[in-house]
T-cell receptor, first 114, second 114 residues
Framework: DTAVSQTPKYLVTQMGNDKSIKCEQN?????MYWYKQDSKKFLKIMFS???????INETVPNRFSPKSPDKAHLNLHINSLELGDSAVYFC?????????????FGPGTRLLVL | AQSVTQLGSHVSVSEGALVLLRCNYS??????LFWYVQYPNQGLQLLLK??????LVKGINGFEAEFKKSETSFHLTKPSAHMSDAAEYFC????????????FGSGTRLLVRP
């Protein structure tokens, strides 16, 4: 009964490959996010979706394409992976589209690009 | 744009000692402020948040933070550290330009010595 789940937990792949990370929340929230945490633990928002609509796109390379098939899911597809994409990717959700609301984070997906 | 600074990437305290983790924000307009905790290999979890009500905010696990407008600070404290408090702590602030975006500090790793 995990609130925000991500798959896979670990992902090791070669440069140039395409990979996807899946996120699901069972909290009934309207808003979902993708964050990237680099090796120095710096956490930065990448995307935000509200009711399946893209709200925030933080100058992320267009190799990254989020997809929200429904309110409970926000997947992240990455094309032509680069070494610099190695990071921990966190999915999060909140009840509504306002920073007032607590964000609930998934356990993270550790991506290593070789 | 809003920014948040966490002084000290690492803070080490003895078990039972006072915990003080520092956070300063840049805006002259009081934002919403948050402290999140990240335990090893886990996602972030909300400790507490300030949303313009009481300036002293109490959170989970005995933590509290005080909003000081004159100092543009929102430092996190706990009177007595426990071994289980060892984790990474992130201060976050709502973005003035986009009310539904959080900007995170670079994090402070809390080490608790026996």
């Amino acid at each position: 009964d995990t609130a925000v789940s991500q798959t896979p937990k670990y992902l090791v792949t070669q440069m140039g490959n395409d990979k996807s990370i899946k996120c699901e929340q069972n909290l009934g929230h309207d808003t979902m996010y993708w964050y990237k945490q680099d090796s120095k633990k710096f956490l930065k928002i990448m995307f935000s979706y509200n009711n399946k609509e893209l709200i925030i796109n933080e100058t992320v390379p267009n190799r990254f394409s989020p997809k929200s098939p429904d309110k409970a899911h926000l997947n992240l597809h990455i094309n032509s992976l680069e070494l610099g994409d190695s990071a921990v990717y966190f999915c999060a959700s909140s009840p509504y589209l306002t920073s007032l609301e607590t964000q609930y984070f998934g356990p993270g997906t550790r991506l290593l690009v070789l | 744009a809003q920014s948040v600074t966490q002084l000290g990437s690492h803070v080490s305290v003895s078990e039972g000692a006072l915990v003080l983790l520092r956070c300063n924000y840049s805006s002259s307009v009081p934002p919403y402020l948050f402290w999140y905790v990240q335990y090893p290999n886990q996602g972030l979890q909300l400790l507490l948040k300030y949303t313009s009500a009481a300036t002293l905010v109490k959170g989970i696990n005995g933590f509290e933070a005080e909003f000081k407008k004159s100092e543009t600070s929102f430092h996190l404290t706990k009177p007595s550290a426990h071994m289980s408090d060892a984790a990474e702590y992130f201060c976050a602030v709502s973005d003035n330009d986009s009310s539904y975006k959080l900007i995170f500090g670079s994090g402070t790793r809390l080490l608790v010595r026996p």
